[in-house]
C-alpha cells in the first residue's frame, strides 16, 4: 500500500490514528454501491474505511 511505504519511507510510526487520517483525506469520495445518485450504505462505507485501514497498517492489500 503506498501510504505505508510514504510514512516507512519518512520515518513515520504507522498507527490506526494515522492511516484513519489518510483515510479521511483520500476516500471521502469513494463510489457508492446504491447506484447512480444514491448514497453508499453505512456498512459499505465502514468496509472501504476498515479494508483501507489494514492495508496502511500492515502495508498489504
Do not use: H
Not at 519518512?10 to 483520500?26: D, F, H, M, P, V
Amino acid at each position: 500500500m503506498q501510504i505505508n511505504k510514504l510514512y516507512r519511507g519518512q520515518g513515520q510510526e504507522i498507527t490506526e490514528e494515522r492511516c484513519e487520517e489518510a483515510n479521511l483525506a483520500l476516500n471521502d469520495d469513494i463510489p457508492t454501491n446504491r447506484g447512480w445518485g444514491r448514497e453508499s450504505t453505512e456498512e459499505w462505507e465502514n468496509l472501504v474505511k476498515g479494508t483501507f485501514i489494514n492495508a496502511c497498517v500492515s502495508g498489504e492489500y
